[in-house]
């Protein structure tokens, strides 16, 4: 049985195939993405292995995705590099694919139909990749814009209490740092404004600082208590990059 009949076979008759190129078909099948264009699959022969159906995206899946979003930060590339694992995809040269035997064509097919449609969802993207981020824009904030501070990350004051750990240290010329701590959560709120109130307790010398994802987002009762224990705060990471160096520079001196 050649390679159009497995197929045919394999959805009982109920799919088309496109031949684009020599050994390579596209499937002609009535699932779309949100946009309302039709996800592109291809089959092909294997190249490890001639006798597997290899299920493939001809590099459409990432060019379709960089219209909107680039994998291009550790967090977006842990995302797919999850998406990848969970579904059984390999990543070459910037091609999905999905090595099948012919009697699984129709299982696998759909899975890696699924797995595109995941890759392409703006909702997976903004959501996951805006929640994650704040973290890693403000390192990336911390570490450029704030570089005269000599700033250190997780670092933990009390010795004999490792669990108390600060996002991040920022030295100061009068030796009173700046503890600062990313917010993007209620339960990241509690943390630190646990660790802030233990330290108050040691009698360290320092600064609270803390920087929220948005402080909206908070319910009342977890914002009250971080605004008890901290000595400064910005409602938002935009709103720290605003006025964040001129407020530090201001209680360091």
């Known amino acids: 049985m050649n390679l159009v009949e497995a197929v045919r076979a394999g959805f009982d008759g109920q799919v088309e195939l496109y031949p684009r190129r020599e050994g390579l078909w596209q499937l002609i099948l009535p699932i779309y ?4 264009d039709m996800v592109d699959v291809f089959v092909s022969r294997s190249d490890a292995d001639n006798r597997l159906i290899r299920i493939r995206d001809n590099g459409l899946t990432l060019m379709r995705l960089s219209y909107t979003f680039d994998v291009n930060t550790p967090t977006r590339e842990r995302i797919l590099d999850t998406l990848l694992a969970n579904n059984g995809i390999t990543l070459e040269e910037g091609e999905f694919f999905l090595d099948s035997k012919p009697e699984m064509i129709f299982q696998n097919v759909m899975q890696f139909i699924g797995f595109v449609q995941k890759v392409c969802s703006m909702r997976l993207w903004q959501r996951e990749t805006i929640r994650s981020l704040f973290y890693e824009e403000l390192e990336s904030f911390v570490f450029e814009a704030l570089s005269r501070f000599r700033p250190k990350k997780n670092v933990t004051p009390l010795k004999d209490y490792p669990v108390l750990e600060v996002d991040y240290l920022l030295e100061t010329p009068r030796n009173k740092p700046f ?10 709120a509690k943390t630190a404004a ?9 009698r ?9 994802e948005n402080i909206e987002d908070l319910p009342r009762k977890a914002a009250t208590y971080l605004t008890r224990n901290a000595d400064k705060q910005f409602p938002t990471l935009d709103d720290f990059r605003k006025t964040g160096v001129q407020s530090l520079e201001r209680l360091a001196a």
């Open 33 to 36: 993405h949100e946009d309302g």
């Open 194 to 202: 646990i660790a802030l109130l233990e330290f108050q307790k040691a």
């Open 204 to 212: 360290l010398p320092f600064v609270g600082v803390v920087v929220h």
């Open 179 to 188: 503890f600062l701590y990313g917010v993007g959560n209620q339960d990241k």
